[in-house]
């Protein structure tokens, strides 16, 4: 050998025989190692799902819990109520019976108005203002800022052709405001569509009956002027059969009949088809239009009244003792200001035990008087403040209404004007029209008076009509007391829950949510920070070979369990073999062990191989490279005084450095580290000391630092022959892993490995 030799101190035990070694002049070139196998990503991410199963567990358990309650609390199922309205075929009625194949090909034309008289603001509007169910006060509608539009979008109406029966139902949360609203529903379609057509009929009969008594005076009068007792007219029956023309009657009987006559010729053809005509426009507009303006008019003012009257009743609500005890203890203005008078008034009960001047007290008192005013009237404002802010939430339903109601008027008023100058208009246009000549007034007053007069009409003509008013009557007195087309066959059900299992299903796929949940954050965390968790994972994730499987963990391994030490042992064994196999017979001598990061089991992993090196009888050095942190010195059982540090500083020599332990093993402890060992620890010095280590021993064992943390851990690698990189499971990361693969690549190094530490029992027979 080359360079100076020392022998080992005379206190340890003698060396074992040095086995042959087939040594070569010069290491052989690095091999290029082949490509890692492709790793399945399913794989790996159920290998982190098997690997936090009590996490997923556990954790799962909890979140699938909340997700199930927020689930069962905010999706719950819907109630439903529901009514039903029925359609008859044919009206059940006397005018519908004379005609009943009409009422046949009117059915589906009745049916889908019906319906969709259902879905209108009119009867929207009149369920709103039931006084006696109040639903525009209901939870539901009251959070609503336009109700009308809610229950546009909720109230259902369905219908089947060749079908009956209408159906209206509405689903809410709340089951009583459910059938609340649906009851007010069917009471605002009864009021607007279904009591119209009563109300029209009673109307007709009114009118049939007043036309009645007329004409029975009309007969009595003739008959006394007449002499006579009885009527031939009278004396029969009504014809089975009535004309057509007896069945649309107008409002007056006396115009109908009228109308038999026949009229003599007028001279003027243009007034007798215009006047009559006029007289007819500005009678409607006179008497039936302009009327019902001004009563829609007189409604709507007679609504805004009602609401004012309601609003009224909430602005003179007195404020809630609630409310003023919260302000009392909450409101910090209150609070400071009341504060204040209450020590004002502590001072002047104080002061006014002591001093006998009542002038000096009198400011004092005045400023007690002041300051509880204030806290009073700073009290009144806070809850006057608050007492508006919630009348605006309850008043702003009111004074939308009102505010549409009054828009309502405005448009009526501008038809009422408008209506009025249509009106003067026709009656100035009426008095430019030719007058009438005195015979053609003769003949007027002729025809008028053969309307009324019994001396131009005979009476058995008096006596037909009169037969035929009494028929009308008769029937509209059935139609009357007949049912109406369209009626209410079932009233609001009970509002039940709708697929209250879908809300079960809802629930518990929250809750498998919450476990997917917890078991995504995990695989999506280990796949984010990449930690070796299993040898097939390692063996996808890197070029080098993994030439050393150790089971169970450092601190597991050390413990007093003889199974664990004896499997420990027997994987250290194998890599012992496998490095002296592969490349100590091949001439390799330094050996240098680290790992990408601190605390990645380099230090169990250097003493053991140098141990199982030192007991095969191969003379063997270990020394502790890592300066800055050494941990060598626990497993070898020794005290860390002088090491490696002396050594590089030239304070100590080989002799007094190098320590025997028991199992034949070369140990050289890291020392005392200061700045000139980590100046000494590069270039030619550290060479030097690297080359003298090796002359008396066949192989040197360096443990060194962490290869990505510090330079002199890379100082130390490229100038070995073998660079193992240890991982820990669960503490390596596969990134970190493979920028130190990249630095070893980099140094160029004759052999490498991989020593995985902290496999299953099962992985390390791999």
């Known amino acids: 050998m080359n360079g100076p030799t020392f022998a080992p101190p005379t206190s340890g035990t003698p060396s074992a025989a040095r086995p042959v070694l087939l040594k070569s002049t010069q290491l052989p070139a ?20 098997r690997l936090h199963w009590l996490t997923i567990l556990f954790a799962g ?99 089947n052709d060749n079908s009956e029966i209408i159906r209206m139902e509405l689903r809410g949360d709340n089951p009583d405001d459910v059938q609340k609203i649906v009851e007010a529903m069917v009471q605002a379609f009864d009021d607007e569509v279904i009591n119209k057509d009563r109300n029209d009929t009673s109307v007709r009969k009114t009118q049939l009956a007043n036309a009645k008594i007329e004409l029975e005076g009309i007969l009595k009068r003739m008959l006394n002027k007449q002499g006579l007792d009885s009527a031939p007219a009278l004396a029969g029956t009504a014809p089975r059969t009535l004309p057509e023309t007896a069945l649309r009657i107008d409002s007056n009987p006396i115009e109908q009949v009228a109308a038999t006559i026949p009229l003599p010729p007028e001279k003027d053809e243009t007034r007798r088809l215009q006047v009559p005509d006029f007289v007819k426009a500005i009678f409607n507009l006179e008497n039936i239009t302009l009327p019902d303006v001004d ?26 003792e609630e409310l003023k005890e919260a302000i009392e203890k909450a409101d910090t203005d ?17 002061k006014a035990a002591t001093v006998r001047n009542p002038a000096a007290l009198a400011g004092l008192q005045r400023e007690v008087e002041t300051a509880e005013v204030e806290a009073r009237r700073l009290l009144d404002s806070k809850v006057e403040q608050a007492l508006r802010l919630s ?38 246009q009426l008095a430019t029209l030719p007058a009438a000549t005195v015979e053609q007034q003769k003949l007027e007053k002729a025809k008028s008076d053969k309307v009324i007069t019994p001396e131009d009409l005979s009476g058995t003509k008096i006596g037909e009509i009169y037969q035929q008013v009494c028929a009308q009557l008769t029937t509209a007195e059935l139609n009357a007391s007949s049912p109406t087309r369209i009626s209410t066959y079932q009233q609001p059900s009970t509002p039940s829950q709708k697929d ?78 496998y490095i002296a196999q592969s ?58 005084a002088t090491g490696v540090c002396e050594l590089l500083r030239g304070e100590s020599d080989f002799r007094n450095t190098i320590q025997v332990l028991p199992n034949g093993l070369h140990f050289i402890a890291a020392g005392r580290w200061s700045d000139e060992a980590r100046l000494a620890a590069v270039g030619g010095r550290l060479e030097s000391l690297i080359n003298r280590l090796k002359e008396p021993f066949v192989c040197v064992v360096l443990h060194g630092h962490a290869l990505l943390t510090v330079a002199e851990s890379v100082e130390v690698a490229r100038r070995s022959d073998l660079v193992l990189l240890c991982t820990l499971y669960r503490e390596t990361h596969m990134p970190m892993l493979k920028k130190a693969q990249e630095r070893v690549a980099s140094m160029e190094v004759p052999y490498a490995g991989v020593v995985y530490v902290g496999a299953t029992a099962k992985e390390a027979h791999c």
């Open 30 to 49: 690095r091999s290029v190692m082949p490509a890692p196998p492709v790793e399945n990503i399913a794989l790996r991410c159920f290998g982190y799902v």
């Open 61 to 159: 358990t909890l979140v699938g819990a909340g997700f199930a309650f927020a689930a069962w609390t905010l999706l719950p199922t819907k109630y439903e109520s529901y009514a039903l309205f029925r359609v008859a075929q044919n009206p059940d009625n006397v005018g519908g019976m004379g005609d009943p194949n009409r009422g046949r090909s009117e059915f589906n034309t009745f049916v889908k108005t019906s319906a969709g008289l259902i879905n209108t603001d009119l009867v929207y509007r009149s369920a709103l203002r039931n006084l006696k169910l109040r639903i525009s006060e209901l939870p539901t509608l009251r959070k609503e800022r336009d109700p009308v539009k809610w229950l546009n979008d909720n109230i259902v109406v369905t219908k």
């Open 295 to 320: 009563r829609r008019v007189a409604v709507s003012r007679a609504e805004i009244e009602a609401i004012k009257q309601e609003l009224q009743k909430v602005l003179d609500e007195p404020a809630p």
């Open 334 to 350: 209150y609070l400071k200001a009341n504060a204040d008078a209450k020590r004002l008034s502590a001072d002047y009960q104080q």
């Open 391 to 428: 009348r605006k939430a309850r008043t702003e339903g009111y004074t939308k209404e009102m505010e549409k109601l009054q828009r309502g008027i405005g448009m009526m008023e501008n038809d009422r004007q408008l209506q009025r100058k249509r009106l003067d208009a026709m009656k100035a």
């Open 500 to 577: 209250p299992l879908k809300q079960y299903i809802l629930a518990a796929v929250a809750g498998l949510l919450g476990f997917v949940a917890v078991a995504a954050g995990l695989v999506g965390y280990e796949l984010f920070q990449r930690k070796v968790s299993s040898l097939s994972e390692l063996r996808c994730g890197v070029h080098l070979p993994v030439v050393g499987v150790l089971p169970w963990l450092p601190d597991e391994a050390t413990a007093r369990d003889p199974i664990k030490r004896a499997d420990v042992s027997e994987a250290v064994d194998k890599l012992r073999g």
């Open 583 to 640: 490349w100590l017979a091949r001439g390799a001598t330094t050996i240098t062990v680290t790992s990408p990061l601190a605390d990645e089991g380099k230090a169990f992993t250097a003493f053991g191989l140098a141990s199982s090196l030192a007991q095969a009888g191969y003379k063997t050095l270990l020394v502790d490279f890592d300066l800055r942190n050494p941990s060598l010195h626990p497993y070898a059982g020794v005290v860390n």
